[in-house]
């Protein structure tokens, strides 16, 4: 049994068992090898099972799991009765794929009873549904193996192939998804154990191993499916990430009718799930706070919009410890699989002087939901003694003595805006904008100090970014002019250590900035270069990274490095840096390396992309250790060989994405 993977010669399948994880907005490749399908030490504690994803067509059924993907796991629990390791021990190991579960079992048994000896499967749902089957191998040559519910109802479809060894048998098993009815939309945030019945005498089982304790749901092990152990091979891995979630959900948020998990790691915001990113890859988000500081206090998912589709509802805190100001962020992913803001409010401030929380409340709108936000309480500020700067990024903070009693968000196209507004009478000398003067004499005190002109505010967003980021280097590697975003008045693009920052007179109100940390280079040297120009035709210039990827390469490659050179393409949509584009064009092992060729050609209005084979130094077709990819790999679009007919491909912008 192989994994799904392209042999040794595919790009991007840098070893047998390698997985791409391809995290967006940053698109990070994380390139790493499997275990060899070699015993491992007993499953300790919690420690989860590791479930790959595999292509159908290379499985081969026929009872010895010779070649399968994943180590064979100890099932080292006596879970009934007290055999030795000669009359009962066993291990085994689960995979996948988009319909069909698969198990493979070595069991040691001294008798081997078809029909009575059986390996039971369990997995665990969240939520903590159970539900489980049990493969029974067959009398060799007499009678053929079943899967059968409990109950005793064969399971339709499903097949198991056993082989007697001296000492007892293996076998390997063939499972529809069908036969798990939570599967039907949950594939991800699983349980799973294996248990070994042995029937020495009479038929009744005498003796029980185990992967768990018991079949209980808080017994099971995590089951870790393929985008599960990317990102433990590759966010977790790199970030040094050991601690548990501080938010782990399952939920529907984008693509098909599956369901999604949605995770908090630290500071990192993180979506997978098997209809996902083709159920190999992963997204993860940089939120900038430290959730495990309290520095996002919610995050829940809820369909808003009535797509049927739930939205991400994060509320975030800037600041430190007591003294914060909070904003409340609806995050939608739809049937893509980068999220967009689709509603944003300050809802909260906090300081050693006092606190307003506002009332946020989600009312039926027909079909969908409409967004209710109200001052809420004060506490130890009132009128008086409030003295905080107004949020300009976000709507504001609503206070309790303003004019403003209430407003409401309607879904509007694609995002939320403010339908109504409710007024009421603000207490004597509050202003609604802002903060009050203590006394009166300070209102009629020394005057104010001259506006900041359009420069000297800029250069306040850069060294708020600065600060921010806690960004070490002086002085940006890139810094150009262009007109990225909304507005004349062309933007300021940076590339800060490995973070694409976007600031302009016009953008955010002259106030605010946007960045994207490009976390797939794994340093900033890695970035050769960043150009601005418009590529859509829409009169906005798009931003065109070019920089190398790096990842150890496999023995069977020649070992040392891989280096993949690749093209990023971003686009500044409202008040968010989007990734829109990405591509190999290089890929080298030490002086070994082959170029393809990516040009920009005019195509009406627009600036099309256009991929070509090149040409290869010191490999041939023969040496080539990696084969032509039909189609994207780690998000990236493949590299066009010199060699086997690679006809060139052009990309045009369709209004959503660069479409062949």
Same mark, same amino acid.
Do not use: C
């Given at each position: ?25 940053? *698109? ?102 159970? @539900? ?90 995590p089951l870790a499916t393929e985008p599960e152990l990317a990102l433990t091979d590759g966010l977790l891995r790199s970030k040094g990430i050991r601690g548990a979630a501080s938010y782990d959900l399952v939920a529907d948020v984008a693509g098909d009718a599956m ?21 190999? @890859? ?81 009312? %039926? ?37 303003? *004019? ?11 995002v939320f805006t403010k339908a109504s507004e409710q007024k009421q009478a603000a207490a004597a000398g509050a202003r609604a904008d802002g903060p009050r003067p203590a006394k009166a004499e300070e209102a009629r005190g020394p005057a104010k100090p001259p506006a ?18 806690? $960004? ?81 390469? %496999? ?20 008040? *968010?840096?989007?990734?829109?584009? $990405? ?78």
């Amino acid at each position: 049994m192989r994994r799904r993977t392209p042999n040794l010669r595919a790009p991007g399948a840098l070893a047998l068992g390698s997985r791409l994880a391809a995290l967006a907005p940053a *698109s990070l490749v994380a390139l790493v090898a499997l275990s060899a399908a070699a015993p491992s030490p007993a499953l300790a504690a919690g420690a989860p099972l590791a479930a790959p994803l595999v292509e159908s067509k290379w499985l081969k059924l026929d009872g010895v799991p010779k070649e399968w993907p994943v180590a064979l796991v100890p099932l080292g629990n006596r879970v009934q009765g007290k055999p030795s390791k000669a009359d009962l021990s066993a291990q085994a190991a689960l995979a996948y794929d988009d319909a069909r579960v698969y198990v493979a079992a070595d069991v040691t048994d001294d008798a081997l009873r078809g029909g009575a000896d059986h390996v039971k499967l369990v997995l665990g749902f969240p939520g903590g549904r159970v @539900q489980e089957v049990s493969l029974y191998p067959g009398e060799p040559g007499k009678t053929a193996g079943s899967v059968k519910l409990p109950g005793g109802k064969a399971v339709a479809g499903a097949k198991v192939v056993e082989a007697p060894r001296s000492g007892g048998y293996t076998l390997e098993a063939s499972i529809p998804w069908s036969a798990f009815p939570e599967a039907a939309t949950t594939r991800v945030g699983l349980r799973a154990g294996f248990f070994v019945h042995d029937a020495d005498g009479g038929g009744g089982v005498d003796a029980v191993v185990g992967s768990a304790a018991s079949e209980a749901y808080g017994s099971l092990s995590p089951l870790a499916t393929e985008p599960e152990l990317a990102l433990t091979d590759g966010l977790l891995r790199s970030k040094g990430i050991r601690g548990a979630a501080s938010y782990d959900l399952v939920a529907d948020v984008a693509g098909d009718a599956m369901r999604e998990r949605v995770i908090v790691h630290e500071r990192y915001l993180i979506v997978l799930g098997p209809g996902f990113r083709k159920g190999a @890859q992963y997204y993860f988000e940089d939120l900038g706070v430290e959730a495990s500081q309290g520095m996002l206090p919610s995050l829940t998912a809820r369909d808003l919009t009535g797509d049927g589709q739930a939205e991400l509802i994060l509320r975030k805190r800037s600041g430190s410890g007591a003294k914060y100001r909070e904003v409340m962020h609806v995050l939608q992913f739809g049937g893509g699989d980068t999220p967009k803001p689709i509603f944003q409010h300050e809802i909260a401030i906090a300081t050693e002087k006092g606190s307003v929380v506002n009332d946020v409340e989600f009312v %039926p709108d027909g079909a969908k939901m409409a967004i209710r936000v109200e001052p809420g309480k004060a506490t130890r500020y009132d009128a008086s003694n409030y003295a905080e700067g107004v949020e300009t990024t976000y709507d504001p903070l609503l206070l309790p003595w303003g *004019s403003i009693k209430s407003q409401l968000y309607r879904l509007t196209g694609a995002v939320f805006t403010k339908a109504s507004e409710q007024k009421q009478a603000a207490a004597a000398g509050a202003r609604a904008d802002g903060p009050r003067p203590a006394k009166a004499e300070e209102a009629r005190g020394p005057a104010k100090p001259p506006a900041l002109s359009p420069a000297e505010m800029l250069d306040k967003v850069y060294a708020l970014y600065r600060r921010d980021r806690g $960004a070490s280097s002086s002085k940006p590697r890139f810094d150009l002019g262009a007109d990225v975003a909304s507005g004349r008045e062309p933007e300021r693009v940076l590339l800060h250590d490995r973070d694409l920052v976007v600031f302009g007179k016009g953008f955010r109100g002259g106030t605010g900035y946007a960045f994207m940390t490009l976390a797939q280079f794994a340093s900033p040297a890695d970035i050769r270069s960043v150009s601005a120009r418009d590529l859509t035709g829409d009169g906005k210039a798009e931003v065109i990274v070019h920089g190398t990827v790096r990842a150890a390469a %496999p023995k069977e490659a020649g070992g040392g490095t891989v280096d993949r050179d690749v093209v990023l393409i971003f686009r500044v949509e409202g008040e *968010s840096i989007q990734r829109i584009f $990405a591509a190999e064009v290089a890929r080298s092992i030490g002086d070994k390396k082959v170029s393809g060729e990516l040009k920009f050609v005019r195509v009406g209005d627009k600036v099309g992309i256009e991929l070509a084979p090149g040409r290869a130094g010191e490999w041939t077709e023969q040496t080539y250790p990696f084969n032509q990819d039909k189609g994207p790999v780690g998000g990236f679009e493949p590299l066009l060989l010199p060699w086997g007919g690679a006809q060139p491909v052009r990309y045009v912008w369709n209004g959503s994405i660069f479409a062949r």
